[in-house]
């Protein structure tokens, strides 16, 4: 069974408008990582959070974790249709084992 | 810099036939690597992975196996494929985030 399970599914919304996604996982973790995906191509590496963490910013992009609550959020702010793409969390069962969920499907109108 | 290859991009195979991924990665030594499958509007399935030259951890049991003959390759094969192995293929360095190639898109007819 998938650790990670992204929320929302499907995400659409107007260009510039803040888009949240998030993430709930089943074990302990390390740290907890979030990749894009264009169609059909590799994955981009976005951000990783240690599991010490609680905030962390990259450019537009924000992610919050809750170890409490086995959760994390992706925040995009002002967001371009650039940003229309798969999102996906990815955590640490060990050093060498990430498991991906199973992903956010945004879409940024213009 | 580090950069890694694989192919091929797309083939198209018949049930039954064998199957070879290649994937190498330069300017770094020693590097885990991954495979990874995703179906069509899915997420990603972990299949292997290997932390050393011929040590290679099974995610999924299925007909398909991996091997690191050296350190910077990692090849997927199968001896025979099912439709169900048709999807998208990727494999990835880390040393803590994930670097991914492009992918190789298997379509087993």
């Known amino acids: 069974s998938q650790q990670g399970e992204e929320d929302p599914q499907a995400l659409s919304i107007q260009e510039g408008e803040n888009a949240t996604m998030n993430c709930s996982y089943k074990t302990s973790i390390n740290n907890l990582q979030w990749y894009r995906q264009n169609s059909g191509r590799g994955l981009v590496h976005l951000i990783l959070i240690r599991s010490n963490e609680r905030e962390k910013h990259s450019g537009r992009l924000r992610v919050t974790l809750d170890t409490s609550k086995k959760s994390s959020s992706l925040l995009i702010t002002a967001s371009r249709a650039a940003d229309t793409a798969s999102y996906f969390c990815?955590?640490?069962?060990?050093?060498?084992?990430?498991?991906f969920g199973s992903g956010t499907r945004l879409l940024v109108r213009p | 810099s580090q950069t890694i290859h694989q192919w091929p991009a797309t083939l198209v195979q018949p049930v039954g036939s064998p199957l070879s991924l290649e994937c190498t990665v330069e300017?770094?030594?020693?590097?885990?690597l991954y495979w990874y499958r995703q179906a069509a509007g899915r997420g990603l399935q972990l299949l292997f992975y290997?932390?050393?030259?011929?040590?290679i951890s099974s995610e999924v049991p299925q007909n398909l196996s991996a091997s690191r003959p050296q350190d910077r390759q990692f090849i997927l094969s199968s001896k025979k494929l099912l439709l169900s192995d048709s999807g998208f293929y990727l494999c990835a360095w880390s040393r803590v985030e994930l670097f991914f190639g492009e992918g190789s898109r298997l379509t087993v007819l």
């Open positions: 290997s932390v050393g030259i011929g040590q």
């Open positions: 990815v955590t640490d069962l060990s050093s060498y084992k990430l498991i």
């Open positions: 300017g770094t030594s020693n590097p885990n």
